[in-house]
């Protein structure tokens, strides 16, 4: 046999040992050896210098010095803190209320949460079984369909794979050579994107068949306005922030009020008033901060970096003449800005407008529940977008915000921080042994000849990019069918890489494609895992069948996400040109 065919028998007997329950990392090391042992095999020297050992080696070392997978564990106990600090319960909630006008409110408020729950956590499995237990069954009881309340669920929770920080673009970067900031940038508006693909479809499907949603009766509906609210109310004004704002001047009714059985304070007026604050500081801090990085830190950067090449140079003019690049942003920019600020001072003037005394309830549940997490979030992202801190340090920032977060909530004790640290260790080291392995397979493949066979055969067929692209993704969702995404992403993703440059096609956009596409890794039978999460804490009468039927339309959504993605490939690379250049 020669080289070439014992390179894709290889291929072959990986794809049939992994479908047949062994191990990934292990089998991948193994067949690494054997395969390598023949490839280097000289029969004039001892089989205890076969070079392949020392393959073994290199490829281990390599592993372990990749300053890519650092982040990794941090961002796995992330994930695990979050998870068995167990905060999902008191979201769910808050959010059901706010949507409880919108037709399908409890699907919403279940895709809303596993989306967010999933940017914290990252975790597919934990997401789909926290919002089985939490959001499963009170849907099955408002009389939802079952193919809607599983679909809404398993889909929501493969969204954390996708959506920043996700390990899975981790794997990717160092798997690819590729810079896991723009990928992180790349793979944001994609999956927030899908998301809302995901929002139209259960609203859509909810408003042509309202049997699949009936609308949720009244006493579910309403919001469990305190009695110190009502009385304020009565007191000073049936709007909450005119009240509070009257209550900073003149305190003296408000002692009247009792808050668990103790006087109004100036204190508690001052935080109440912080609370109606938040819609206006939410849109401020938005706008500042675009406006800073945009208008004034890029414009600074610009006009530094030019002074300092004139310098060089030995004719530096002022900064104002630097460059075209320090003058600021175009035309364009200051009609979008001023677009969005209308918008938003609409928003929130008409939030001020309507703040009684339900909204303001549901304002504090959201500010309590939501915000802490909000907040986390949105720093780990920002510092690494911004070029702030690298990836690596932004997890550990993420690591020790979710212990504080726990902590605060009084929901992470001794045993749960074990439990935490312990799988973290074992998903990392699950994941390092997984790159030994992938990196030992991948080069005796190639020494075999089985990576430039498959090259040759791909170029001969002639393909456009269009269509090399189509048979690529293809493929990889065919092989989403029996394999998960670490197999995916270690093992097949590198066959294909070394062939985009020859059709031209960005490996950043390619990447984002395949994360979109693994969404299907989650949602196809027959080894669609997050079917086999729910089922797990669905009641005895949900059977599989209705569980893989729910999941069946998000599948097509994929797709239509992945073509919109190629058609406009600005809404994949705007952001990460934008910020990173290139």
Known sequence: MSDPALGLLML???VVVIMMGFATAFTLMGLGMFFGFIAFYDPSQNWTHNKVFELMVQRTYGAMTNDVLISIPLFVLM?????????VDKMFYSIQLAFRRLPASLAVATLIVCTFWGIAS????AVVVLMGVIAFNPMLRAGYDVKLASGVITAGGTLGILIPPSVMIIVYAAVAGQSVVKLYAAAMFPGFFLAFLYLVYIVGWAMINPKVAPALPEEQTRVPVPEWITKFSTLYSPNMFVGLFKALLSPAKAKTVLIDGKPMGYGAIAQNFLVALVPFLLSAIALATVWWYVVIHQQAGAAS??????QQLGSAPAPSEASPASKGPDTQFYIWFAVSAVVLAAWTLRSYLRMGGERFEVLKLLTSSVMPLGILTVVV???????ITTATESAGVGAAGAFLLAFHARTLDWKRTKEAVFLTAKTTAMVC???VGSALFSAVFAILGGQALLESWVLSLNLTPLQFMILSQAIIFVLGWPLEWTEIIIIFVPIFLPMLKHFGIDPILWGVLVFVNLQAAFLSPP???SAFYLKGVAPKHVTLNQIFAGMMPYMLIVILCMAIMYVWPGLTLWLPKYLYGG
């Open 527 to 529: 080894v669609a895992m």
């Open 381 to 387: 992202l920002g510092v690494i977008l911004f070029g």
């Open 433 to 435: 042994w997984l790159f």
């Open 305 to 310: 970096e030019a002074v300092e090449g004139l």
């Open 79 to 87: 994930g695990y803190v979050m998870e068995r600090g167990a905060l």
């Open 12 to 14: 072959t007997l990986i």
């Open 122 to 125: 990252g975790l597919v499995g």
